[in-house]
């Protein structure tokens, strides 16, 4: 178990709706990371975020938005849902910038189905 | 834009056999992590490089940081069926970003 962990587990959306996604960093953890995943791909990152503020951000969409909490818990926000919004969001979880020597503990995902 | 290419991106084994994947960056990284995710699992860290030429062992894994730190390998001997699952790196740039490979998928046959 890393400490990490997401809430919802599962979650079924209909186009155009909103979603909420949120992420429980481990322990002592500043920085969370957020990233999608479709079905037999590799993790596609979203964006990072680093005591509250983005730090980062890959090639998604502003309707992508996240939030960092003071506790460095983290939520991540899909407006405006498209069929290909479907896939598993994993948040990721570490001690300092990515950049640096800092190892990232993943939480089991949230599965989002778009129909 | 940063990239990081892993091949190959399946490979099947027998059980016995050796197995390699290689992941390759168009940019120099900071450091490289290697995760594994087994089927309908989340990627589990197995370990990071951080030094030019680089080599860590953890039983029968051995993973390599190349010399000017764009390519990486992870090699596992004697495979079992325990090692099926896909098999990621994420390197990182000295920007911050985290660049995925796209896995290599192992099945191993008994």
């Known amino acids: 178990e890393t400490g990490v962990t997401q809430s919802p587990t599962h979650l079924i959306k209909t186009r155009g709706q909103q979603v909420t996604l949120r992420c429980s960093s481990q322990?002592?953890?500043?920085?969370v990371s957020w990233y999608q995943q479709a079905l037999g791909q590799g993790p596609q990152f979203i964006f990072q975020?680093?005591?509250?503020?983005?730090?980062g951000r890959g090639n998604f969409p502003p309707r992508f938005s996240g939030l960092q909490f003071p506790n460095y818990s983290s939520e991540l926000n899909v407006n405006a849902l498209e069929l290909d919004d479907s896939a598993l969001y994993l948040c990721?979880?570490?001690?300092?910038?990515?950049?640096?020597?800092?190892?990232?503990?993943f939480g089991p995902g949230t599965r989002l189905t778009v129909l | 834009g940063q990239q990081v290419m892993q091949i190959p991106q399946y490979q099947h084994v027998q059980e016995g056999e050796d197995f390699t994947t290689y992941c390759n960056s168009s940019?120099?990284?900071?450091?490289i992590q290697w995760y594994k995710q087994r089927p309908g699992g989340h990627p589990v860290f197995l370990i990071q490089?951080?030094?030019?030429?680089e080599v860590k062992k953890q039983k029968r894994l051995t993973f390599q940081f190349g010399e000017a730190k764009k390519n990486s390998s992870l090699h596992i001997t004697a495979t079992q069926t325990t090692d099926v699952g896909t098999y990621f790196c994420?390197?990182?740039?000295?920007?911050?970003?985290?660049?995925f490979g796209q896995g290599t998928t192992l099945q191993v046959k008994p």
């Open positions: 940019t120099t990284l900071s450091n």
């Open positions: 975020y680093y005591r509250e503020e983005e730090n």
């Open positions: 322990s002592g953890h500043n920085t």
């Open positions: 994420d390197g990182s740039s000295n920007t911050g970003k985290l660049i």
């Open positions: 990721a979880s570490s001690f300092g910038l990515a950049g640096g020597t800092d190892t990232q503990y």
């Open positions: 490089l951080v030094k030019s030429g």
